[in-house]
């Protein structure tokens, strides 16, 4: 059995809704920037899924291909050494002159892969259509893409067109390579469900099969699903297909954590947006990681089945997961260890795929609305260049052998608790169990370091590693003083931590002027004597400065590179901080934010605005200061990222805004329905602050955007804050019940 490779691919699906072409491979920027191909091959990748998309070449269909562009490309694949595997449709319908329910729609693709075969004689495997059921289900069973058709007689035809195509597709590309490998995708994943709806899960995991069935000739006579086909008026073009069969070469297996899927006819316990239903009735369609117990089979299950079925080569074409960082790599690592695991046990799969090396946008409305909702890849693309991430550091692990990333050693979400969104359910469709070591993470390591156990920060990030599954230490005065070197030594040499996060230090601005000296000591002194332990010994650190090191003289928001210029004594401790820190060298990332709100914070301002309006009295807040609000979990979230990433230097992360502090409160009130009307705007002298704040403060970066807009982080806030309302009138009510005198009948 040949060597396990390690195949890459960047998110490239056309797609077609109404008169609107969506193009990932021009939102996602690759389109202008070849370089990318560079960096791919830096990550140590033997093959690429590669576009040569029908659409892109031949937009309208006449014939006259334009090949500029991807003649560029592949010359610098071929290269780099690396393997293109080409794609001509990737949940496309093709130009604007067909659609998947043409009749000609086969043919003319055909003659389309002829001529790239012809143009491309050197390329060895091929997709010729990514995903045929899977497209045929978003085109013409659900109405999303074109052609947007909802029946079912229309899906069935749209796959077969697709089959149809493929067959004609390699027919032509072999006469021109005879040896020309077919890579056939397709998304696998099984549906479980309660014994009421067997008859569905039976019919959804007959019909997961199809592509493949369909080109092995497998749909005769016989087959499960062969007198549906039959009766929509599909059955001598199937025994054509028998007839002449195409088996792929290479089963390509998609498999994400939504593929797999539980079917519950108890609607009433599951939201209006998860309920649909066939013709005899009503259910629920979740993920079944989500609800079922035991776990579902996941991706070592679906290539399981799939081995046992087609006795086939396999590849895991696509494995990609829009989730915090560590968890992409868990995602990663635990396909390519299961990928080992079945190699141990004779299952001949030759390849695991790390998909959207780039990310994807919008993939959380199924590509029908075009929002900017960006998943990250391996790279982020929000920057300039193109962002590394600890994806990519681990995809450069698995590919030299080495060892997962030390903050992500826990288990994914997916193998923990937290996974159950809804009511566990014990399916009782069969299925293959989870083997014992699918379910078996490996023994946390070094832990995260968090220094400043009692601030809203310290405790934050905490909290986000708990839910996060890092594993991490969180270090008081007590254990770590920042001006006892002793301590920061002791402790470092005790916990082995992979990285350090400092979150302790001086937070209050106005007492700070009548205190410089110890200002100073915490928030400058203390923080470079930690920061300087941590690259004497080769850790990565990160600390936090402030909006403050600014004197607010601009007209537009702050960016990385715009000089400090502190009004107050605390603003010029962060300052000589980040200065003195960043010239240390090692591997430091200093964080400017500013202004806090958290549900979880009793004190910060959004929570003073709260129990003030909703007491019915005014509130004063400054109209003349200007600030960019941060939510916490937003921050922490975003920090465990860029620490896990490895990501240095200097980096502003605030939510996307620039409001005065009294239209901030008011935004709050407005998404508590609260009276806005009680917040008066004041000017910040009236309010006697010994520190001088700057009267513009809002903050940007020129590193790439990776905060949420304000309003968003508001109303997520306030959602928070109305689900505690909520159980809190209820543990109320159930109180006073208890203490009620007991009813005599």
């Known amino acids: ?59 309208d269909g006449r014939g006259g291909f334009d090949w500029r562009w991807t003649d560029e490309r592949l010359a610098r694949i071929r290269a780099l050494g690396m393997r293109p595997i080409a794609g001509l449709l990737h949940h496309g319908s093709g130009p604007r002159s067909t659609d998947l329910l043409d009749e000609g729609f086969a043919k003319a693709f055909a003659a389309y892969a002829r001529a790239a075969a012809e143009r491309y004689p050197w390329v060895a495997d091929w997709t010729p259509i990514n995903e045929p059921l899977t497209t045929a289900r978003f085109s013409a069973l659900y109405g999303h893409w074109h052609p947007h058709a909802a029946d079912e007689p229309r899906f069935w035809t749209a796959l077969v067109n697709q089959i149809e195509a493929t067959r004609l597709a390699m027919r032509e590309i072999r006469a021109v390579r005879p040896d020309a490998r077919l890579v056939q995708t397709e998304d696998l994943g099984r549906t479980y469900s309660t014994r009421a709806l067997a008859h569905q899960a039976d019919f959804d995991n007959a019909r997961r099969w199809m592509t493949w069935d369909l080109l092995e000739g497998r749909v005769t006579p016989g087959h499960p699903l062969w007198r549906r086909l039959d009766d929509f008026g599909l059955g001598e073009r199937l025994r054509a297909i028998a007839d002449d069969p195409c088996p792929p070469d290479v089963l390509g297996v998609n498999h994400y954590l939504t593929s797999d899927r539980f079917l519950d006819h108890r609607i009433g316990d599951y939201p209006p947006e998860r309920l649909g239903g066939n013709d005899f009735m009503a259910f629920a369609d979740v993920e079944a990681v989500r ?33 915090t960082r560590e968890e992409q790599v868990r995602w990663i690592r635990e396909a390519w260890e299961a990928a080992q695991r079945l190699r141990g046990r004779g299952v001949d799969v030759r390849a695991v795929t790390a998909w959207a090396l780039l990310g994807t946008y919008d993939w959380n409305s199924l590509l029908t609305r075009q929002h900017g909702h960006y998943e990250v890849g391996a790279f982020d693309v929000r920057s300039d260049p193109p962002r590394p ?59 995260l370091l968090i220094v400043g156990a009692t601030g809203t920060l310290g405790k934050a990030l905490a909290r986000a590693c708990e839910w996060r599954g890092i594993d991490y230490r969180l270090t008081g005065r007590g254990e770590l003083s920042l001006d006892d070197e002793g301590s920061i030594a002791r402790v470092l040499e005790a916990a082995q931590p992979w990285a350090v996060v400092n979150a302790a230090g001086w937070v209050r601005v106005d007492d700070a002027e009548a205190d410089p000296a110890g200002c100073m000591a915490a928030n400058a002194e203390g923080a470079v ?119 240095t230097g200097l980096r502003h992360l605030a939510n996307d805004a620039a409001v005065s502090w009294a239209d901030f409160a008011r935004q709050v009130a407005g998404a508590l329905d609260l009276d806005a009307g009680l917040v008066q705007g004041v000017p910040a002298a009236s309010f006697g602050w010994p520190a001088a704040r700057p009267a513009y403060a809002a903050l940007s970066t020129e590193r790439g955007r990776i905060m949420p807009p304000l309003d968003n982080a508001i109303a997520r806030y306030a959602a928070v804050v109305r689900e505690a309302q909520f159980a809190a009138e209820a543990d109320a009510l159930i109180d006073r019940a208890a203490e009620a005198p007991a009813r005599v009948s």
């Open 389 to 447: 991430t600890a994806l990519a550091a681990e995809l450069q692990r698995l590919a030299g052998g080495g060892e997962i990333h030390p903050g992500a050693t826990g288990a994914g979400w997916w193998r923990r608790d937290i996974r159950l969104q809804f009511k566990p359910v014990f399916r009782t469709v069969e299925a293959p169990e989870p083997r014992p070591e699918w379910r078996t993470p490996p023994a946390p390591a070094r832990p």
């Open 1 to 59: 059995m040949p060597q396990l490779e390690l195949w890459g691919g960047h998110e490239c699906t056309v797609n077609r809704v109404g008169d609107l072409f969506h193009d990932q491979t021009r939102r996602s920027g690759h389109h202008d920037r070849i370089g990318d191909l560079d960096r791919f091959a830096e990550l140590g990748l033997q093959a690429l899924r590669y576009p040569v998309l029908w659409e892109r070449a031949d937009p």
């Open 529 to 647: 004597r930690l920061a300087r332990a941590c690259r004497d010994r080769g850790l990565p650190f990160t600390g936090f400065s402030s909006d403050l090191v600014f004197d607010g003289r601009r007209d537009r928001p702050y960016v990385e590179g715009d000089a400090p210029g502190p009004l107050n004594v605390y603003g010029a401790s962060k300052a000589r901080a980040e200065a003195e820190i960043l010239g240390l060298g090692g591997q430091a990332l200093m964080v400017r934010t500013a202004a806090f709100f958290s549900p979880y914070d009793p004190y910060n301002f959004a929570a003073q605005v709260l129990r003030t309006l909703a007491a019915g009295q005014a509130f004063a807040a400054a109209d003349d200061l200007v600030v960019s609000p941060t939510y916490v979990p937003d921050l922490v979230g975003a920090v465990l990222d860029l620490v896990l990433d490895g990501e």
């Open 291 to 323: 609800a079922v117990l035991p776990a579902p089979g996941g991706l070592e299950g679906a290539l399981d089945e799939a081995w046992a079925r087609y006795g086939r080569p396999l590849a895991v074409t696509e494995s990609h997961n829009g989730c």
